[in-house]
């Protein structure tokens, strides 16, 4: 293959060499017939003998100008601007030395012809360069027509532009790029790359109409979220495809390229920036401690023990009841921190013994209870089983806590813990109850709690069941058209618990930011857009219902709880509520022999114990 390949760069550079040659030829005496308007009888023969006699200089020249300028080595199949200037400035000056030669050597010739052998030099080489790059796009053009994909570009600055010259470029791209979007008025009616840019954003619907476009391309990395979403909003309008550029960094790092376009996400139409947090803070609280995280298997507790083990812990342990999980964010650390010190353990929280023998073997300083059972629907039919594991089995992570010298237990909370409706709700909100009981009785410890809304893409959520539906050909189950939610994505979600950790003296409920609240009908709609679909004719929306102890809205606060401000302002924190610790107590042993013994009166139990608790609502 190696002989193939040089045997195959030598022919090109031959070919391109006898080529030159000829070129320079040519040029010379066609620059004296261009002279003489065409007419060979009228060029007098010294001016004939003068280019004769000076043609083996002239190719000389040219060949060793043509080789410094790498004339020989480009791959012309891909030639760009600095190809094209190479030839220009390579041509110019072997037509300057071949004309310094002449007139010191007294070869007389009409001063016109040095004028002329620079430009037709000029034209032969541009010819020989990139005549094989334009066939090589007809042959392209040709090859794809009857599958070809109708593209609109939005965006024409400098990522737009290499987008643009990289699917141009590629032989196997089957991209035909129609037109192109802009919001600066100034571009409107200019050309980019012989493609006119059609118009402002409002003109998208009307010219993928006009040009018939398939698919959208955003190429404007560096917008904020807030543009993104709307963009994405009236290309929904349309039924074409939308994919966008990943970042501005990848343009900087001259990354651009068709393969880096992505489809759009979700997180694109939440309408803010990604949430970013005091990494210093995280990093000196976390740094050199034993970090244990209960649920590590899981989409929160994975996510937390990768930003906990970035960030330099002396160990970390992993327990979680889910061994495949378990096994995958195991495997997936030690490719990544290869000298982490990692525990991964496969225990239930429920079991009081292993536990406490877990803890009392690796001494953990800082603990996130992640574990928990928090399938709404689910545990609306197991009560019992949502009792046993949130709330006894916080109850004895956090006593092994206590007894073992924990600096800090940080409880995973949720917004449905608020007058909650469902069982999951009403059982964490027991488990924030028990966490600011165990801070007042014991001091060694700081119990804590972060409360926040749904997280994209973690197990469960509404996003991956819309996509398997949509992959299904539909229908796209929503269980109200009225139905909000608050949502944040998983790293987003994660960064903020541990430096709420960070922020935490004991006692405090956090509660965090979401943004503002989205409707899941137009999540599912735009979901369905970006699929390349058309909502209701392609895929259908059902309305199923409100599912049992499901609420039109969450809350992320109680009434009487208030609001102070941390020095991050996207965590809050919840001021306590003044619990009867003795009447708690004797509740929570009475739900304890229920569930034991398999009661069916467990709601009931649970409204004695959390007074806001309201399955009926």
């Known amino acids: 293959m190696k002989k193939y390949i040089n045997y195959q760069l030598i022919t090109r550079r031959t070919f391109l060499i006898i080529y030159d040659i000829a070129a320079v030829i040519?040029?010379?005496?066609?620059?004296?017939?261009?002279?003489?308007?065409?007419?060979?009888?009228?060029?007098p023969e010294y001016f004939i003998a003068s280019v004769?006699?000076?043609?083996?200089?002239?190719?000389?020249?040219?060949?060793?100008?043509?080789?410094?300028?790498?004339?020989?080595?480009?791959?012309?199949?891909?030639?760009?601007?600095?190809?094209?200037?190479?030839?220009?400035?390579?041509?110019?000056?072997?037509?300057?030395?071949?004309?310094?030669?002449?007139?010191?050597?007294?070869?007389?010739?009409?001063?016109?012809?040095?004028?002329f052998n620079a430009f037709?030099?000029?034209?032969?080489?541009?010819?020989?360069?990139?005549?094989?790059?334009?066939?090589?796009?007809?042959?392209?053009?040709k090859h794809n027509k009857n599958n070809a994909t109708s593209v609109m570009i939005v965006g024409a600055g400098d990522a737009g532009n290499a987008i643009i010259k990289e699917i141009r470029s590629s032989y196997f791209s089957t991209m035909?790029?129609?037109?192109?979007?802009?919001?600066?008025?100034?571009?409107?009616?200019?050309?980019?790359?012989?493609?006119?840019?059609?118009?402002?954003?409002?003109?998208?619907?009307?010219?993928?109409?006009?040009h018939g476009i398939d698919e959208i391309i955003i190429a404007i990395?560096?917008?904020?979220?807030?543009?993104?979403?709307?963009?994405v909003q009236i290309a929904g309008q349309t039924s074409c495809k939308l994919r966008t550029l990943p970042g501005m960094y990848q343009l900087v790092n001259g990354e651009v390229n068709v393969s880096k376009l992505r489809s759009v996400d979700v997180e694109d139409l939440l309408g803010r920036e990604p949430i970013r947090v005091d990494i210093d803070s995280i990093l000196g609280y976390v740094k050199g401690k034993k970090v244990l995280v209960t649920g590590g298997g899981g989409s929160i507790g994975s996510e937390l023990c990768r930003q906990i083990a970035s960030h330099q812990p002396r160990q970390l342990i992993i327990v979680d009841i889910y061994e495949n999980n378990a096994y995958d964010i195991q495997q997936e650390l030690k490719r990544k921190y290869p000298e982490l010190n990692l525990v991964v353990l496969i225990a239930s929280v429920r079991n009081t013994n292993r536990i406490n023998d877990i803890f009392q073997k690796y001494r953990p300083n800082i603990v996130y209870h992640a574990a928990a059972h928090k399938h709404v629907p689910l545990m609306e039919d197991s009560p019992n089983e949502a009792v046993k594991n949130n709330v006894f089995g916080t109850w004895k992570t956090a006593y092994a806590a206590a007894m073992n010298g924990v600096n800090k237990f940080v409880l995973i909370s949720t917004d449905k813990a608020v007058n909650p409706t469902n069982i999951m709700g009403a059982t964490k909100r027991i488990c924030e109850m028990i966490i600011q009981t165990f801070n007042k009785n014991f001091e060694k410890t700081e119990f804590v709690a972060v409360r926040f809304g749904n997280v994209l893409g973690s197990n469960g959520s509404v996003i991956p069941l819309f996509k398997k539906q949509i992959a299904a050909g539909g229908p796209v189950t929503v269980t109200h058209p009225d139905i909000i939610r608050y949502f944040m994505t998983i790293p987003e979600a994660v960064s903020l618990v541990l430096q709420a950790g960070a922020y935490a003296k004991g006692g405090e409920i956090f509660v965090l930011d979401m943004g503002e609240p989205v409707k899941i009908l137009d999540l599912a709609k735009n979901l369905i857009r970006l699929s390349g679909y058309k909502v209701d004719e392609d895929i259908k929306i059902e309305f199923t219902g409100l599912r049992p102890g499901e609420?039109?809205?969450?809350?992320?606060?109680?009434?009487?709880?208030?609001?102070?401000?941390?020095?991050?302002?996207?965590?809050?924190?919840?001021?306590?509520?003044?619990?009867?610790?003795?009447?708690?107590?004797?509740?929570?042993?009475?739900l304890k022999r229920a569930v034991t013994e398999e009661c069916t009166n467990t709601k009931e139990l649970i409204q004695e114990i959390v007074p806001t608790y309201n399955p009926k609502k």
């Open 26 to 43: 040519l040029a010379n005496y066609l620059s004296l017939v261009l002279r003489y308007n065409m007419e060979m009888d009228a060029i």
């Open 52 to 115: 004769t006699d000076h043609l083996p200089i002239a190719v000389a020249v040219t060949l060793i100008v043509f080789y410094i300028f790498r004339l020989y080595h480009s791959l012309w199949a891909y030639a760009g601007m600095e190809e094209l200037q190479n030839i220009v400035m390579a041509c110019f000056i072997s037509a300057g030395v071949q004309g310094v030669f002449m007139l010191s050597m007294s070869r007389r010739v009409p001063m016109s012809f040095y004028f």
């Open 120 to 141: 037709l030099l000029l034209g032969f080489t541009f010819v020989s360069r990139f005549s094989y790059r334009f066939a090589r796009e007809k042959r392209r053009k």
């Open 176 to 210: 035909t790029i129609k037109c192109i979007i802009d919001d600066d008025p100034k571009k409107w009616g200019q050309f980019i790359q012989g493609i006119k840019v059609a118009g402002g954003r409002q003109s998208i619907p009307e010219n993928a109409a006009l």
């Open 221 to 231: 990395p560096s917008a904020p979220r807030k543009v993104i979403k709307e963009i």
């Open 551 to 590: 609420k039109l809205y969450e809350e992320l606060l109680m009434d009487e709880e208030g609001m102070k401000e941390t020095d991050n302002k996207l965590i809050h924190i919840g001021k306590p509520i003044e619990i009867d610790e003795e009447q708690f107590f004797v509740h929570l042993n009475k």
